[in-house]
Each structure stands twice: as C-alpha cells, then as structure tokens.
Nanobody, 124 residues
C-alpha cells in the first residue's frame, strides 16, 4: 500500500505548481483524501481535504483558501493539489494521506496511509 506524491519543485513567488498523489495497492476512491505540509522545524499542518466521492465542498486551511484547489480523479486513482499565487511561506514538504473518519477531521492523526512527500520551495 503506497501513495506516491509528485509535482513539487522550485518556483518563484506568484507562480503555480500542481501536485499529484497516486495510489498503489489501494483504491483512493475508498477514502477521503488530504494534503498536509511540513516546513523545517515546524509541525505537519493541514492544507486541504476532499471527500471520498468528491461531493460537497472541500476543506482548506485559511492560509491557502482562494489559492489552492484539491480535486480527485478516482478512475485514475489520483488526487491533485493545484497551487496558485504561491508564497515563500508555502515552502515545505507536501504529503497526501487517506482517511476513513467521518465528520471531516483535519488533524494528522485522523489520516492513515501517508505518501513519501514532495518538496515545494517558493523563492521570494
């Protein structure tokens, strides 16, 4: 069971990146999916969450609302994070994760399988 995150890189402030998270050995359509990030010396923080079916409104951290969009393509077994208007404070390792918890929790312990992470660096 594995989640493979990709799409990170180095980008200037104001730029865009699209992260992908592909499932291997699991069908992501069975899970709610989340993106988290972790900057050096900081705790892992919630970024975005999308429900199992993609119905309803996704959840976003206040810091990324209006700039990031989470989406999923269950037939491709992939979830995405489109990141626009990037800021230096968006720098960190981005992780995708699965959840089966009801009630839309956004804390890391509510998520089970985690991908290996992809580095996003935003220069000023």
């Amino acid at each position: 069971v594995q989640l493979q995150a990709s799409g990170g890189g180095l980008v200037q402030a104001g730029g865009s990146l699209r992260l992908s998270c592909a499932g291997s050995g699991l069908f992501i359509g069975n899970y709610h999916m989340g993106w988290f990030r972790q900057a050096p010396g900081k705790e892992r923080e919630f970024v975005a969450r999308i429900s199992r079916s993609g119905d309803g409104s996704p959840l976003y951290a206040d810091s990324v609302k209006g700039r990031f969009t989470i989406s999923r393509h269950n037939s491709k077994n992939t979830v995405y994070l489109q990141m626009n208007a990037l800021k230096p404070e968006d720098t960190g390792v981005y992780y995708c994760a699965t959840s089966t918890r009801v009630g839309s929790p956004t804390y890391p312990a509510a998520f089970g399988s985690w991908g290996q992470g992809t580095q996003v660096t935003v220069s000023s």
